[in-house]
Structure formats: C-alpha cells, structure tokens
C-alpha cells in the first residue's frame, strides 16, 4: 500500500485548501494509504515535519471546512532546490524522507517555483522506478503560469480586487477637492489581478482611471501627463497600479530608491511602487494624493472567495490524486476551459 | 410647508448613506415639503451645490440601494464654522440659503465636528424663531461620540477588521521564520475599531498578539520588549495598532520624523505609524517584518456591512426627522441600549 504526501509552497491564497481538500479526500475514497502533509513544504519535509492529516480531518465537516479557509493550511516555504547536478545531498535526503514514509504519491500545491521544484525532482529521480509520482497542482492570484487557461486561487483574488475597487472609487469621490489615489496590486510579471480591478465596470459601475500593469514599459512623464489630463475633466483619480510595472530599462518603478535587496529566488524585492507614485504626484502635481496598497488581504479575503473558484480547486487536488495514481509523474494539472457561457472547465495533465 | 435639507460631513462609513435614506423616506412619509441634500456639506450649501433628492430617488428599490452604498452619497466637507462670534458673515450666508429653500429641517450626519457645526448653528440661530430645527445624527466609524451607546458606521467597520483580522492571522502564520506584522487601524483619539480585531477570538478563532490603543500611553520600549517576549513562544507575532498612539510627552509615535502638518481641524495629520513600527522592529529587533494599511477599505467596505448597524442608521435617521418635526433643535440622536440579549436598543434625543 503505497502512501500519499502533499506540501504548498509559496504564497497563499483563498483557494489553496481547497486544492488539498481535494487530494486528502481522493486519497481516502481510492483506499490510499496514509496521506501525510509537509509542514512548510519540501523545507519542512527535509527536517521530518511530517503529519498525517486524517488526525486533523476527522469528517466531511472538517473537509468543508478545510475548502473554505483561507492561508496556507500546512504552512508554506520558499526554498529553491540547486540546478540538477550541482548538489544531489538534498535530493538524497528527500529521497530518504520519502522512501521511510513509504511514499507512492508526491503531491505538491504552488506556483511557478512549486512547479519548478517537481520538475527538478522528476528529473532527479527519471531513471528511478522507484521513485514516487510527482505532480504539481496550480495555485497563484498571480494567474501567470503556462499551460493552463487559469489558475487557482486567481477567481477568489480577482473578486476581493472588483469589490474593494468599487468601494474605493466611491469612497474616494465624496470630497470637491482634486485627489488621485494610487492602489498598489499585487502581480510581479503579470497584470491579470491589476486588471480585475476594471471588472465592476462589466456590472455597470466604474473602474480605476487609469490602470498601470507590468507588461506595459511605464513612463513616468506620461503618466502624469495622464493624471493631469484626466484631473481637468475629474476631480478624483483612482490608479491600479501593478507592483511591478517597469521603466524602458527594464528597472522596477521607484527600485532606485531602495537596496536592491533581492528574495531567495533571485525576484527584487519590491515593495511601495505605490508610495513611490505617491510622492511623483505629490511632487509634480502638487494636488492631494494618497496610495493604498492591497497588501495580504488581496490573497487571503476568504468572506470573499469565489466558489466556482473554490470547487475548481478542489477539482485539481482530486485530479491530481488521479493523474498519479495512472502513473502519471513530473507533471502539473491544467485547466481547460469548454464554455465560457455557460462557464465549463475540464482537468488536463500537462 | 417647510422644506427640508440633509447634509453628510467628515469620513464616510459603510452605513452613513442609510441615515440619509431614512431622513428621505420619513420626511416623504410625514408629507413635508421638498427634501434637498447638500452637496459637500455646509460648505457645498454656501456655495449653492443643493440637489432635489426625489430627483435621485425615484421608488423604493433606489431608497433600498442608497443603504447599502458605501461613502456618503451626498459627497463630503470638512469645514469649520468659525468660533460664534468672531465672524458672523459665513452664519449670515448659510441663513440666507435656508432661507431662500424654505427650510424648515436641517439635518446634518457626521462626527464630532459635524456636530460642531450643528451646536455652533444652533447657539447662532437661538434668538430666531423663524429659524429652522437643527438636528445632528451620528456617524463615525472610530465610535468616539459621547451620550451614545455606539455610533452608527461602528459596526460595520468593527465586522471588516474582525473578519479581516482573523484572515490576515492566518496569512501571516505560513513561514517558518519568525515575523512581526503590524496592521494599522484607523481611530485618532480612540481604540475601539482597533479593539474589534480582537472579536474573533469571542468566536473560537484567534486575535493579535499585541494591541496597541491610543487610550495608553505607548513606550517604544516596552513595545520591543513585548515582541521579544512573544517571539519566544509564537513564531509569528500580529501587531494591531491605532493610528492615535502616543508616548508618555502625548507626541504621536512616528510624528517626529514628520512635517508637522495639521489637517484643517487643527488635528495632527497622521500616516504612517504602522511604518514607523515596521521600521523600529526591523532596526532593534532584526526579525522578518512589515506593516499593513487598512486603509480606507475598513471604513468603506460595505460587502462586509453588518445589517444591524445599517438598520440602525437608518431608524437614526428616521427618528432624527421626528425630532425636528416635534419642535427638538440643537439636539444629537443617540443610541440607548436596552438589552443585550438580545440585542436592543432605541432612539434619545439629547
């Protein structure tokens, strides 16, 4: 009887426990063995933190309950497995945890560095047939992974971004002086969730003036060419503004200003785009500004999660239990969109 | 037939608008004469900006939608009447206006300076009989009025930072490295939105590890000292803090690195204690930190309004009309609580 472990890694999101509601639940139903959670991913998993999660999901209330709560349920790390063949001693030890457990099934929840992690492991242990089967479930608000028409976790952000934008609007218009409001979002490289911000104008209400995302160069001067242009014929401006949108040079908006200080996986480490263009327009326009930055709650605003988003997550974690126990491995599962009205989905194995 | 004119001032809430909704369908009701709402307060009044409201109000699904809109619908001010006899010509503008409307009813919904401007009109029109009834209702999110059990918009707001609250604990406990997060509540002279980041744990679920309110004197380093202690036992330390707090000299922390600058009322102009903290852990404590914003989400955020608050404002505003159609002038509504289980309560006039 071959047995199951599932980790998350990475940044949490609304949606990221119903991923593995969805394996621990499959688990159980194909009659696995014992499904064991990593605390705080590979990390954890290397110093044996290790617990079986049927003494912590005692019934479907627990499950459901589980699918609904927001953060990172077996905690989360960002640690970057070393290039294939530069280092074997950490895949060794991990092949020892798993082999201890008896590991048939390796399940791992994340974004692009989670994904980047099951696909060194399969390489590592390609010529293993020992090895256990490896599979990556999405999960990012970022909504930037290839392969798949969307991903998990990015529904729920994308809803917390319409509904607050459209407070904000209206909580920023009520007084009959000219104010700009920059609101900070979060998106390293990809403008998906900045954009979500524009969706209460599809229900009939209002979006942001303008909206500033990574995939576009960013110039300053235009910029507030652009605010100045709009404050003539609106007195309150409300900006989206990426957290990673960037000059022609390539350079992160407002980096110059900071250390360079770089996180574990080599990304700048950003923070205040939005304190940055707050002081820009405060400077060289002079009119009342302030910036708001979205902050965790973009990830974490579970009362507002999405429950299309939700099920579908859930969905993955089940596929994912599936696409292994068929022998599938170094693989991630991928949403296929069917329909979008109505809206269908099916699992791929990609 | 005296007409009637209602106004909104200071900070919105999430339930302001149903106060104003309430003031138009009991003067309808009542068959008072036209109902006009002042744009940007007394300050938009002196200058003209007055709207029909039933030309904005055409049934009773619009009446059902403006309680449950965020912000103040009316727009906002934040004017200061001069101190009674120091200059009468902005008395004498504003009695010319109500005049030339035929207003008989002036209400007006805010916080403490709006009620300000209420006692100032009445002690300025206390000698005119043909002067119309003044009457003030209460709102302000920071609950800081005195002679009410609570101020409407309270409620919803303390909802938003429970909920919030409980989602940004579970965030921040997924790393495996200690961290301190410092959330930073709105509440100049006034801790109670901050206290409600502790109503979670009347629930079963968790609260911040420390709560700063600006009631107590802060000491900077007791406050390292706290963070120490509590980094001992819990890996990831949660910081609630008032804007408001001051040290033991009543200097608001974190204003020494500041301009100085006071908004119109004479208030300090505050931003950034929540910064300031961030930075002061970093410096003496070395450990993994940030800080977080609630911004004006937590005043705004009327998806997470509470029904009972909205119903309330509403009645307030309701009962406010009654008061000045039965003769009440310079007067406050206020809250008076009659039970808690369950929970009721009525309206005075004080």
Redesign the interface.
């Known amino acids: 009887m071959k047995n199951v472990i599932v980790g998350q890694s990475g940044g949490?999101t609304a949606a990221i426990n119903a991923s593995l509601a969805g394996v621990f639940e499959t688990a159980r139903a194909l009659g696995l063995g014992t499904v064991y959670g990593m605390?705080?991913g590979i990390?954890?998993l290397l110093k044996g933190q290790v617990i079986d999660l049927s003494a912590q999901l005692h019934d479907s209330m627990d499950v459901e309950l589980l699918k609904r709560?927001?953060?990172?349920f077996l905690?989360?790390?960002?640690f970057k497995l070393p290039a294939p063949g530069t280092d074997d001693a950490v895949y060794t030890a991990l092949f020892h945890k798993l082999e201890a457990l008896e590991i048939g099934y390796f399940i791992y929840i994340g974004g692009n560095d989670s994904m980047d992690t099951v696909s060194k492991l399969a390489d590592f242990f390609s010529e293993d047939p020992e090895a256990p089967m490896l599979i990556g479930l999405p999960k990012t608000i970022d909504n930037d992974l290839a392969g798949t028409d969307h991903t998990p976790g990015y529904g729920s952000a994308a809803k917390y971004l319409a509904?607050?934008m459209d407070?904000?609007i209206?909580?920023?218009?009520?007084?009959?002086v000219p104010s700009v409001?920059i609101v900070e979002v979060m998106g390293r490289h990809a403008g998906w969730l900045t954009l979500a911000a524009a969706l209460p104008k599809m229900l009939g209400g209002m979006k942001p003036d303008i909206i500033a995302l990574p995939e576009v160069t960013f110039d300053e001067d235009i910029f507030i060419k652009n605010v100045e242009k709009k404050l003539k014929t609106t007195q309150n401006i409300v900006v989206a503004v990426s957290e990673g949108i960037r000059d022609e040079r390539g350079q992160y908006i407002g980096s110059d200003a900071k250390s360079g200080a770089v996180d574990i996986f080599g990304h700048a480490y950003l923070s205040g785009v939005g304190k940055y263009l707050e002081r820009l327009v405060g400077i060289r326009i002079g009119c009342k500004v302030?910036s708001?930055?979205l902050?965790?709650?973009q990830?974490?605003?579970?009362?507002?999660g999405s429950l299309a988003d939700i099920e579908e997550s859930f969905q993955i974690g089940e596929q994912g239990v599936n696409a292994a126990v068929n022998g599938e491995t170094g693989k991630m599962l991928a949403v296929r969109r069917l329909s979008d009205h109505p809206y269908q989905m099916e699992c791929d194995v990609i």
Chains 1, 2 share one sequence.
């Open positions: 949490p605390r705080h990390e954890g709560t927001p953060s990172s905690g989360s790390c960002r509904v607050t407070e904000l209206q909580d920023t218009a009520i007084y009959a409001t302030r708001i930055e902050n965790l709650m990830r974490c605003a579970a009362h507002l």
